[in-house]
């Protein structure tokens, strides 16, 4: 089964409006993390979120956890066209002993266009 | 965060061939990863490239296509071997360390290497 699955899987909006993707997943995590990539490059961290937490402020950068339903929110206010990009959430379910290795599983991604 | 470098950027490969790409960290990291994004695709993670020891390869990644070498704390590279046009994706290295994220699993990513095989 997927983990980490995103939605939608393309989303466009004006330039000012809030945009939101959710990402689902299936077994218990240590944390969730969500990404950008602009055009397949690298991809940029943005945020992470503890299991234990169930909200996260980041800038313009909104994320929600709910562990009860495994799904998580990222919320971009305001956006700007650069916001333009793809982007990922990733589940981590690893053990936390500082530093060990953590497999991180990614989502299929939404695609968000802001247009001018 | 960490700076990480990939090379090269991109690159055109003809079938057959083998191609090596590099991963260079400025500064000392624990652990470094490889991923693969094939078209349009999502991330998946090839293996774990561990310092002074044989790569952790995921489920469907072999050594013998993918093999990885991580002689420092600070670099890594990543062959791909024998290729054929399935392998065009962009391969992406990713770091993690104790130091840079605490008890956070925040991994870091390179810029990515575009790779296309004709």
């Known amino acids: 089964s997927q983990q980490g699955e995103e939605d939608p899987q393309a989303l466009s909006i004006q330039e000012g409006e809030n945009a939101t993707m959710n990402c689902s997943y299936k077994?218990?995590?240590?944390?969730l993390q969500w990404y950008r990539q602009n055009s397949g490059r690298g991809l940029v961290h943005l945020i992470l979120?503890?299991?234990?937490?169930r909200e996260k402020h980041s800038g313009r950068l909104r994320v929600t956890l709910d562990t009860s339903k495994k799904s998580s929110s990222l919320l971009i206010t305001a956006s700007r066209a650069a916001d333009t990009a793809s982007y990922f959430c990733?589940?981590?379910?690893?053990?936390?002993?500082?530093?060990?290795?953590?497999?991180?599983?990614f989502g299929k991604g939404t695609l968000l266009t802001v247009n001018p | 965060s960490a700076v990480i470098s990939q090379k090269p950027s991109r690159d055109i490969c003809q079938r057959g061939t083998s191609l090596t790409i590099q991963c260079q960290v400025d500064?000392?990291?624990?652990?470094m990863f490889w991923y693969r994004q094939q078209p349009g695709q999502s991330l998946t993670l090839i293996a774990t490239?561990?310092?002074?020891?044989?790569?952790?390869?995921e489920s469907g990644f072999v050594i013998d296509k993918f093999p990885i070498s991580r002689p420092n704390l600070t670099f890594s590279t990543l062959t791909v071997s024998n290729m054929s046009p399935e392998d065009s994706s962009i391969y992406l290295c990713?770091?993690?360390?104790?130091?840079?994220?605490?008890?956070?699993?925040?991994?870091?990513f390179g810029p990515g290497t575009r790779l296309t095989v004709l």
């Open positions: 990733a589940t981590d379910a690893g053990q936390n002993s500082g530093g060990s290795n953590y497999k991180l599983t």
């Open positions: 979120i503890r299991s234990n937490e």
């Open positions: 490239a561990n310092q002074g020891s044989e790569a952790t390869y």
């Open positions: 077994t218990s995590i240590n944390n």
């Open positions: 500064s000392q990291v624990t652990m």
């Open positions: 990713s770091v993690e360390d104790f130091l840079l994220a605490g008890f956070n699993n925040e991994q870091f």
